[in-house]
Nanobody, 122 residues
């Protein structure tokens, strides 16, 4: 069982920056692809960014490309989301997600954190 704990959310002005962290425990961090999702009030949860288990590949939603950077430190069991040039539309609860590498376990494992609130003021 993997536990994910997000931190680093808060209130930031438009154009500002935040660094979100997600600390994992209880599993083998390096066999999980990690993602950040977000959910704004009244909207569906959307994928923000993904990083592969070894950090070799990343993908971003078009809405954050060039402004957000996902990274991970497998020695610290932590994934990060550096958000820059933030906009009011980035306001949401940000969730950390872990999905096991296909074939590592007999069935795929998925875990979610509890979320951290990010509010961008205009």
């Amino acid at each position: 069982q993997v536990q994910l704990v997000e931190s680093g959310g808060g209130l930031v002005q438009s154009g500002g920056s935040l660094r979100l962290s997600c600390a994992a425990s209880g599993g083998i961090f390096s066999v999980y692809h990690m993602s950040w999702y977000r959910q704004a009030p009244g909207k569906e949860r959307e994928l923000v960014a993904t990083i592969t288990n070894n950090g070799g590949s990343t993908n971003y939603a078009d809405s954050v490309k060039g402004r957000f950077t996902i990274s991970r430190d497998n020695a610290k069991n932590t994934v990060y989301l550096q958000a820059s040039s933030m906009k009011p539309e980035d306001t949401a609860v940000y969730y950390c997600n872990a999905v096991s590498v296909p074939g590592w376990y007999s069935s795929q494992r998925t875990y979610w954190g509890q979320g951290t609130q990010v509010t961008v003021s205009s």
